[in-house]
């Protein structure tokens, strides 16, 4: 993937993260992007995300679903610790 390419997604994951933060943080918690590479989110849920047993459906059905359909080329959102 090229760098212009690469950098095009992140701003554009970053930029839906900015509409679903209100969500999260309105529960406690929040969520920081770590990393876009090859198609692969990664990302840190922090705050009350971090420890909530639900962090798992949000990471999921919440955030990946709404990655998948507003950014073309993501395949997959991962959390990392």
Do not use: H, N
């Amino acid at each position: 993937m090229s760098e212009q390419v690469s950098s095009t997604m992140y701003d554009e994951v970053l930029e839906v993260l900015d509409k679903l933060r209100p969500f999260l943080q309105r529960d406690g918690g929040d969520v920081e992007l770590v990393d876009v590479e090859d198609g692969i989110v990664k990302l840190k849920l922090m705050g009350a995300c971090g420890s909530c047993p639900s962090s798992t459906i949000t990471l999921k059905a919440g955030i990946e679903r709404a990655l998948l359909e507003e950014v073309e080329g993501v395949q997959e959102v991962v959390q990392v610790f």
